[in-house]
Structures are given as structure tokens and as C-alpha cells.
């Protein structure tokens, strides 16, 4: 059973960079995708980004705009996302997760129904 264990939130100011992390721990991930997905209050879960765990070959939401960057240590078993230049919009509840990957394309990364496992989450305040 994959288990995935998110750490590095916290509150930053406005412009500010906070690197997230996402343990993974119980089984492999090859074939797999991982992602981060995010949730403000009072709204949906929405995609931030995602990676097949084996090739790379990461997509990024448009509100991104460059300043979010995906990346996997294959000795740590870890994956990373690294937030900079970071908006008060950005505030949420950050969560990895894990998938397996059929298909390889923008709707199938972000579509959360095909993510097998999750992560707690991590809260992430950006202040003004």
C-alpha cells in the first residue's frame, strides 16, 4: 500500500518561496504519476502539477505561469514542489498524490479521480 506523507508548508509572505515535499513509502511507483493538487476554502480541489514518476515529463496548471516547479529524488523516494514568487491566491491545503498512468496527457494528469492514494496535505498561507 503506497503512503504518501507531505511536509514544508507554512506561512510566507507575499513574493515569498517555500519548497513542499511528499514521502513515499509501501510500494513502487513505477508507471505511476504523482502530482500536487491543491484546496483553498470554500473551493474545489484543483491541480497544480504532475509528473510520471519514471520519464519526467511534467504539466503545470496556467495560473502557474512558471513560478511552481515539480521534481522527483529517486534515491529519497521523494517528490518536491517548489513555490516561488508566491501569491495570497495561493493560499490552500496542498496534497500530493499518486496514480497509475495509462495514458500520459494534460486531462489525465489533472483529473484527480485518477489518483489511487493521497497525501494528509500541507497548509500553505501566503500573506499580503
Known amino acids: 500500500q503506497v503512503q504518501l506523507v507531505e511536509s514544508g508548508g507554512g506561512l510566507v509572505q507575499h513574493g515569498g518561496s517555500l519548497r513542499l515535499a511528499c514521502k513515499v513509502s509501501g510500494g513502487t511507483l513505477d508507471g505511476y504519476m504523482v502530482g500536487w493538487f491543491r484546496q483553498a476554502p470554500g473551493k474545489e480541489r484543483e491541480f497544480v502539477t504532475a509528473l510520471l514518476w519514471s520519464h519526467l515529463m511534467p504539466y503545470y496548471a496556467d495560473y502557474v505561469d512558471g513560478r511552481f516547479t515539480i521534481s522527483r529524488d529517486l534515491d529519497k523516494y521523494t517528490m518536491y514542489l517548489q513555490m516561488n514568487s508566491l501569491k495570497p491566491e495561493d493560499t490552500a491545503v496542498y496534497y500530493c498524490?499518486?496514480?497509475?498512468?495509462?495514458?500520459?496527457?494534460?486531462?489525465?494528469?489533472?483529473?484527480?479521480?485518477?489518483?489511487?492514494?493521497w497525501g494528509q496535505g500541507t497548509r500553505v498561507a501566503v500573506s499580503s
Open positions: 498524490a499518486a496514480g497509475f498512468s495509462n495514458y500520459w496527457n494534460p486531462a489525465t494528469a489533472g483529473n484527480p479521480s485518477n489518483y489511487n492514494y
